[in-house]
């Protein structure tokens, strides 16, 4: 009989080991899967903070999109506009010249300024 008793003494003490083991390992997988949890959450923090910057982001570069071609259809000012006119009025006054000149059938079109000067005066 008290190798009855024995053996479940030792059963009895093998058993509250497996136990305390089991409850071990359970707080170790609690606190694992705490952490698991609390990463995550911060992951989908950092990801909708993300999603947000880049929906920001490409708001801002619609919106420069629009302001650019918006400025391209704006007549220029017409200072700028009279500048242009002249400037080209000036080019198709000179292309007669120069066309003999590349031609090579005349010297250099333009004239010294001392010459200018000098028979000015």
Same mark, same amino acid.
């Given at each position: 009989?008290?190798?009855?008793?024995? @053996?479940?003494?030792?059963l %009895?003490?093998?058993?509250? *080991?497996?136990? %305390?083991?089991?409850?071990?390992?359970?707080q170790?997988?609690?606190c694992?899967?705490? @952490?698991?949890?609390? *990463?995550? +959450?911060?992951?989908i923090?950092a %990801? @909708?903070?993300?999603?947000?910057? =880049?929906f920001?982001?490409? =708001?801002?570069t619609? *919106?420069?999109?629009? +302001?650019?071609?918006?400025?391209?259809?704006?007549? !220029?000012?017409?200072? #700028?506009?009279?500048?242009?006119?002249?400037?080209?009025?000036? &080019?198709e006054?000179? #292309?007669?010249?120069?066309?003999?000149?590349l031609?090579?059938?005349?010297?250099? !079109? &333009? *004239?010294?300024? @001392?010459?200018? #000067?000098?028979?000015?005066s």
């Amino acid at each position: 009989m008290t190798s009855y008793f024995t @053996e479940e003494v030792q059963l %009895s003490r093998r058993y509250e *080991e497996i136990l %305390s083991q089991r409850l071990m390992l359970l707080q170790q997988r609690q606190c694992e899967f705490g @952490e698991e949890k609390t *990463e995550k +959450a911060c992951q989908i923090q950092a %990801s @909708e903070v993300a999603h947000r910057r =880049n929906f920001t982001l490409l =708001n801002a570069t619609e *919106e420069a999109k629009k +302001a650019l071609r918006t400025r391209l259809h704006l007549l !220029p000012h017409p200072e #700028i506009l009279t500048f242009e006119t002249l400037y080209w009025k000036s &080019v198709e006054d000179c #292309i007669p010249k120069w066309k003999e000149f590349l031609l090579g059938r005349v010297q250099y !079109p &333009v *004239e010294k300024q @001392e010459s200018k #000067i000098k028979g000015d005066s």
